[in-house]
């Protein structure tokens, strides 16, 4: 029988590891909302991200007795740019096309992660996640047929380049577990932004306080608390229940941007949403099921 310490740590797990799928799925909501170009809006969005991350990580003890070389060395600075990339990415797919769109794309993450962890560790992949991954990709591509011009297509490109980059951030974790992680995601922040700042044609805008404001909320919501909760909640929960909690993000992203802005996916969007959603989901329920009945003993 767990103690009533491991209950009551189980149970703060999955609020916290829940509140930051809540958290990153309002990303939508800012990119509507705000009436900014992408270099901007990733401009702005990453500096705060970057300043509140470092002040949250500071205040929590998380950058005691941090060195560069040996909390992030080549290895981190490798993933900071993936992850930078997958930030720039995320952002400009969610200006180009609809939410449930990139939600879609974004939902075969754990099956890109299998990929590219099989690339780069040689880990075996199992046929069931094989089919599955199959199935999913039939949601993403009914999906893609739904593209009505341009902009869609290359928000489904962005979105696949953004969820390809997140996935390998995953597996480049693992391969380098030395990784003062929170300091590699500040330093994506950073890079991201100064990327940005760069490449912004005609010198990056100042904008308003009351954008501003919608800056920083973006940046803390779904970047450096969502981020912070995320880390500390899933020490307490199995990584199956943490990838079906974050499940959350995908329904809730595309449903507040309706409910605030009327933005309606097309029959096609949510027949492959729909499809890639079942099959994900189907598939990290199986692994829960089946990581608790070879964890019991006997």
Not at 254 to 281: D, H, K, M, N
Request: aromatic share 12%; hydrophobic share 55%; net charge positive.
């Amino acid at each position: 029988m767990p103690s009533d310490k491991a209950v009551t740590q189980h149970a703060s797990g999955l609020i916290m590891v829940f509140s930051s799928a809540v958290l990153w799925s309002t990303a939508g909501i800012f990119v509507r909302q705000l009436d900014m170009n992408t270099w901007a809006m990733v401009a702005w969005r990453s500096l705060f991200a970057f300043i509140s991350l470092g002040l949250l990580l500071a205040a929590g003890g998380y950058l005691r007795h941090f060195s560069l070389r040996r909390d992030v060395g080549l290895p981190g600075l490798i993933t900071a740019m993936v992850m930078a990339l997958s930030m720039f990415c995320y952002v400009a797919a969610l200006k180009l096309t609809s939410v449930a769109g990139v939600m879609t794309v974004y939902a075969t993450i754990p099956f890109f992660a299998m990929g590219i962890g099989w690339l780069m560790l040689r880990k075996k992949i199992a046929k069931r996640a094989l089919l599955s991954a199959a199935v999913s990709l039939t949601g993403v591509i009914l999906m893609a047929a739904s593209a009505t011009g341009p902009a869609d297509i290359s928000g489904n490109l962005l979105a696949l380049a953004m969820t390809a980059g997140f996935a390998a951030s995953i597996v480049m974790s693992g391969k380098w577990p030395g990784m003062n992680l929170p300091a590699v995601t500040a330093l994506a922040c950073a890079l991201c932004g100064a990327f940005c700042f760069i490449m912004m044609p005609g010198g990056l805008p100042l904008p308003g306080m009351q954008d501003m404001g919608w800056l920083l909320i973006f940046a803390l919501a779904t970047q450096s608390l969502s981020y912070l909760l995320f880390m500390t909640g899933s020490r307490y929960v199995v990584p199956a229940e943490a990838s079906l909690i974050a499940q959350v993000d995908i329904v809730l992203g595309p449903f507040w941007v309706w409910l605030l802005f009327g933005e309606q996916p097309t029959r096609y969007t949510l027949l492959g949403g729909s499809i890639t959603f079942i099959a994900v989901t189907l598939y990290l329920v199986s692994e829960y099921y089946l990581k608790r009945k070879t964890a019991r003993p006997g």
